[in-house]
């Protein structure tokens, strides 16, 4: 039994992978509902929820908790978790990227759980993309990579003075967006950094992150991230052109929908269902990631951009 704490994308995109893809049973707290009702591609899927009075309530009944919530409030709910009796039947949680703020609060909190000897999972999307193949060819076949991704984020496009704009809030080119390059990169062997810089226009909102990675006898892999364009690109490429990877955006790999639902979904069913990652190496690999994040941190320069009037 899974409870979804967090109404945006938990909702959208969690709750139909539970309900249609994994077909297994959900409880929510009733305060959900409207949000249920509103949408037009979940509300169908109402009658198929239990419905409790409160988050307290859910989360007593469920065995598995997944958190969609800013980075901060995760970090202090799910300490908060364990303060409450009532989570004794909790097996796994379930918890979107970054884990907290930092990476030292990451680390911090992911100790917390193995000291609790609970289960846990992270959303790092480009873990449960069809990624792999390509860029193993790559790997074997170059000496150099470079990984730009480019796109508008809607906190720019709408002018919205949210959490995912600041760095200090867990947001960020870096801490929201570069993070799911930072986890792949991790997994893949890559443990360590050269040069990492960070742009911004204003104090605490980087838009355009550029770092190398390095890794054993892995090919330096450059990596350029910028959240603040106008123009939608994901490339992964080397002088090995016929194995790089050209895309508007990185989920131009999923196959679109026709129910309206998020084409996300189907990949957060096998996040739910832990395909990928093995759980023996799960925690290790997680570890790893976070080590190569603070790393990241630690080389980082800042510049800061003028803006043009």
């Keep these: 039994m899974f409870t979804i704490i967090g109404s945006g994308f938990g909702l959208y995109g969690y709750l139909p992978a539970i309900l249609q893809e994994l077909g297994d049973k959900v409880i929510l707290p009733e305060e959900y509902l409207p949000k249920v009702r509103n949408r037009q591609e979940l509300k169908e899927l109402e009658k198929d929820i239990f419905w409790v009075k409160n988050k307290e309530l859910a989360i007593e009944k469920a065995t598995k908790v997944i958190f969609t919530v800013p980075p901060n409030y995760q970090y202090k709910a799910v300490k908060n978790l364990f303060d409450n ?3 004794n039947s909790i097996q796994t949680i379930f918890l979107e990227k970054p884990v907290a703020t930092s990476p030292a609060k990451s680390i911090e909190l992911l100790e917390f759980l193995e000291s609790k000897e609970v289960d846990y999972v992270i959303g790092y999307s480009f873990l449960y993309l069809d990624l792999n193949s390509n860029f193993n060819t790559l790997v074997n076949s170059s000496t150099q990579i470079f990984w730009q991704w480019s796109f508008m984020a809607h906190h720019f496009s709408m002018d919205l003075k949210n959490w995912k704009r600041y760095h ?3 947001g960020g080119v870096l801490r929201f967006y570069g993070i799911h390059i930072i986890a792949f990169l991790s997994k893949f062997g890559y443990d360590n950094v ?3 810089t960070l742009t911004c226009q204003h104090s605490d909102e980087p838009f355009i992150w550029s770092a190398k990675f390095l890794g054993g006898n892995l090919p330096p892999c450059n990596v350029t991230v910028n959240c603040k364009s106008k123009k939608d690109v994901f490339n992964i490429i080397s002088e090995n052109i016929d194995n790089s990877i050209l895309l508007n955006d990185p989920f131009s790999l999923l196959v679109d929908r026709f129910d309206g ?3 996300r979904v ?4 096998s996040l ?3 395909e990928i990652l093995d759980k023996r190496n799960r925690n290790q690999i997680y570890k790893n990631i976070n080590s190569l994040w603070k790393i990241v941190e630690n ?3 800042w510049r800061l951009e003028k803006i043009n009037t």
């Design 85 to 87: 009796d009532g989570c």
């Design 299 to 301: 080389v980082s320069i």
């Design 168 to 170: 200090s809030s867990g």
């Design 272 to 274: 739910l269902k832990n």
């Design 266 to 269: 189907p990949m957060l069913a």
């Design 194 to 196: 050269k040069e990492s």
């Design 261 to 263: 639902l998020d084409k």
